[in-house]
């Protein structure tokens, strides 16, 4: 059985840092070739793809992220992390960690309020 533990939320003043990580474990065929994901749900919105890790490393954003969010893998330990930079209070919300098949976190509260 497949499991995603997200960590690393919290409370954040507008511009501050957080990094985020993503333990995965459980039977996977090959973690390293993955594609692995960050999605985000604000109270009242819909939840969002935020950041993308493809096979090789190929990393996408969504606009709203883009020079602020970074989205990284350590194979060895199967753990994905995000690193948010210069957050915003538009950026408040649940981030969960998603693995292709359908595989979810139970999500991290992050709080970016002053």
């Known amino acids: 059985q497949v499991q995603l533990v997200e960590s690393g939320g919290g409370l954040v003043q507008p511009g501050g840092s957080l990094r985020l990580s993503c333990a995965v474990s459980?039977?996977?065929?090959?973690?390293?070739?993955?594609?692995m994901d960050w999605y985000r749900q604000a109270p009242g919105k819909e939840r969002e793809l935020v950041a993308t890790?493809?096979?090789?490393?190929?990393?996408n954003y969504a606009d709203s992220v883009k020079g602020r969010f970074t989205i990284s893998r350590d194979s060895a330990k199967r753990m994905v992390y995000l690193q948010m930079n210069s957050l915003k209070p538009e950026d408040t919300a649940v981030y969960y960690c998603?693995?292709?098949?359908?595989?979810w976190g139970q999500g991290t509260q992050v709080t970016v309020s002053s």
């Open positions: 998603h693995m292709a098949g359908n595989y």
């Open positions: 459980g039977s996977i065929f090959s973690f390293s070739i993955a594609t």
């Open positions: 890790i493809r096979l090789g490393g190929i990393t």
